[in-house]
Structures are given as C-alpha cells and as structure tokens.
C-alpha cells in the first residue's frame, strides 16, 4: 500500500513538473564549461536540454564542424545535466575536454535546473521559446535530425 501511494504521488509531482505550451519559463542561472556565467532571458528561442551523457553525446554530434557561435546565432543554448558524474572525473577529464569544444555547455552541476525539463535519458529536449515562453517541445534521439532543425533556424 505505502509503494502504492508512493508511485501515485511520484506521477502527480512529475506531471505538476510538465511544461505547458504558453507558460512562462522560470529563470535561472548557470555557469558554462568556462565558469561564465549565463543567465535564462527573454531573447532565448531554443533551449536544448541533455539530463545523459549520450543525450549530451547527440548534441555534440549534431554539432560537429559547425562555427564557433553557431548556437548563439540561432539564439540557442545547450543545457546538460552533468551531476551524476564523479565530481573527480568532471574535474580531471570532462571539463577539460569540453573546454575544446566550439559551442557553449550550461553545465547543471547538482540537478536544480534540468528537472523542471522532463524528457527521455537518451534524448534531447528541445523548447521552442518565445519572449521566455513555451511554444513547443519536442525530443530528437538521431543527430542528424537535430542538426536539420538547427539549420532550419534562422541565424540572427
């Protein structure tokens, strides 16, 4: 019974998590795989969230041989859920590779932003936003797929 009960409230807490098409997203701030700092605006129009190390592996290669600022273009930043991992690894071996990359990682180091984003381990979020508001949602797990509707957003 107390299993039961438990699984109901786990569903209604989930759902009370989901995003609404119109609502407002709640700010927040994080800082990058170069300790800068970059702070949720109304000029945001795709936010890409990765809660896995494969998702974030989608993204990176949907990403390959592209421009430096190519997301910043496209008003567009990547989010990834990194607090599963070792903070010693994170330290000696991840955040210095990422470094290298040519795009900008938000990194959400202890789970306080990349919750309030429900989707799939081995899938990317993508938000479509609109002067800080949800306009759409949807998930991609094919890298080229990612990188077609990337390129379908027009660099501003």
Known sequence: MKAACLLLLCLISASALALETGERLAPWTLLDQHDQ???????????LVAQSMDAAKLVDAALQ???KGYLEQRHAVFLA????????I????????????????LLDRDARITPRYPVDATSVLWLDLRDGKLQGQ???????????????VAPQ
């Open 138 to 152: 949807r998930s991609f797990t094919d890298a080229s797929e990612l990188t077609q509707a990337l390129e379908a």
């Open 37 to 47: 700092a970059y702070t949720l605006d109304n000029q945001l129009q795709v936010l």
């Open 81 to 88: 859920d990194i607090s599963r991992m070792p903070k010693v």
């Open 65 to 67: 041989d592209k421009p």
């Open 90 to 105: 994170a330290t000696l071996f991840a955040l210095p590779k990422m470094r290298d990359y040519n795009y900008r990682i």
